[in-house]
């Protein structure tokens, strides 16, 4: 039998609440082993980032970690932890409400029209996640009220799974289009051109498991020409691609043209946190109907401080981006002679796509041997038969570093 037990439970009383028998359990159970046998099973393995997090610890072993998203390496750099440090002395650890409660700040309207200029738009608005941006963003753009019961929204296939959960939540159906493939998205769009609705188009700039872009110019014209909303995530652009890393919607063929780009702090920034860049109207819609801002606590002071000294490194970063734009070229370069599928990647993420689950959990135990952290993706993250090792590059990464890595990934 599985109780549940009232939280003033104390030894001989009897509050606890019967709601089902073991049959839940034993469920659970068997997926659990079935997850085991196809090799998808997944645990938690605690780390210690050491070196500017460009390496970890791990069960008293040094690593070099391949798997970071901090792609300018930013995350332990002094600026950032100064000025975290500052913000958390003069406003404190926590923003103890709600933006609509009273945990909106000075700090966040500052942060926010900073975060505007650097995108190049008219408002932005900062959110606690990236998932939480996506999913409960997408929903408030599709409610019913001003998308009407019937939306029409068209998403690329291999759009982050916070997209699909956002477009799962609004109740909308998907009309999805085989990844990156513009002409599939026209004629989609070409064969709904009569029905009634508002259109939607849901896409990356640069795809998180993928490591390859969009074509963000000729999606604007589709949009334009069918009359769509162009909704983007530039989770893993920000601060990497585009003029002075603003990311590739702030490209000067495509500025202005999108109408909402969401990011995040958490990748390229070296922080925690995400935003949306948009209109003036579309942040008053979501800062009155979001509910994933509405009922969040809001980011804290010190992740604040770190966004805020983030926001002016950035544009400094040229010789940093250059150096990661080489690390995946000389990355690429190396795997395809191995024989190593790393697909249309064409930024600092490479995938070394090994097809079956086990073959990738069996090179990542190698590189680990190797002194080396290369997580492997598997399904659901990625479709059946597209396990691999994500090589998340950095530009903290040394030319040695690169190089043990090549060197335990050849045949």
């Known amino acids: 039998m599985l109780l549940i037990v009232a939280p003033d439970w104390s030894p001989g009383r009897t509050t606890a609440v019967e709601i089902m028998d073991t049959a839940f359990l034993d469920r659970l159970d068997a997926r659990l082993a079935e997850l085991d046998d196809a090799g998808r099973r997944r645990s938690l393995r605690p780390l210690r980032p050491v070196d500017g997090a460009m390496a970890v610890e791990r069960d008293g072993r040094r690593l070099v970690n391949f798997s970071s998203n901090d792609y300018l390496g930013l ?132 795809f998180s498991m993928d490591g390859d872009r969009a074509d963000l110019p000729a999606l604007c014209d589709l949009a334009e020409r069918f009359g769509c909303f162009l909704y983007v ?4 652009a920000t601060g990497v691609l585009g003029p002075q890393g603003r990311g590739l919607a702030a490209d000067p063929a495509v500025k202005g043209r999108i109408d909402l780009v969401m990011g995040t702090f958490g990748k390229a920034l070296g922080g925690f946190g995400a935003y949306v860049a948009c209109s003036a109207r579309l942040r008053d819609w979501l800062v009155n109907r979001c509910a994933g801002f509405i009922y969040s606590t809001a980011l804290p002071p010190p992740v604040l401080g770190a966004i805020d000294a983030a926001l002016d490194l950035v544009p400094t970063l040229e010789a940093e981006r250059a150096r990661l734009t080489a690390h995946g070229g000389r990355v690429r370069a190396a795997l395809a002679d191995y024989g190593i599928d790393t697909g249309a990647s064409t930024t600092q993420i490479v995938p070394a796509v090994l097809g079956d689950e086990r073959a990738a959990l069996a090179a990542a135990a190698r590189l680990e041997e190797a002194g080396l952290l290369a997580v492997a993706i598997r399904p659901p993250t990625v479709p059946a038969g597209g396990s691999r090792l994500r090589l998340a590059l950095s530009a903290a990464h040394t030319d040695a570093g690169i190089d043990r890595l090549l060197e335990a990934l050849a045949p």
Do not use: Y
């Open 75 to 206: 995350a332990c750099h002094p600026a950032l932890i100064d000025r975290a440090a500052a913000w958390a002395a003069e406003w404190g650890v926590g923003a103890t409400a709600s933006r609509l409660v009273c945990g909106s700040f000075e700090l966040h309207a500052v942060l926010e029209a900073k975060l505007a200029a650097f995108k190049g738009t008219e408002a932005a608005l900062i959110l606690n996640s990236g998932f939480q941006a996506n999913e409960a963003v997408l929903s408030a753009l599709l409610l019913p009220e001003v998308a009407g019961t019937a939306p029409l929204v068209f998403a690329d296939r291999l759009a982050h799974a916070s997209m699909h959960e956002g477009l799962k939540a609004a109740g909308v159906r998907q009309i999805r289009f085989r990844h990156n493939d513009l002409q599939h998205l026209a004629d989609l769009l070409e064969k709904h051109a009569g029905e009634p609705g508002p259109r939607f188009i849901v896409t990356e700039t640069v």
């Open 233 to 236: 995530d530039e989770a893993h």
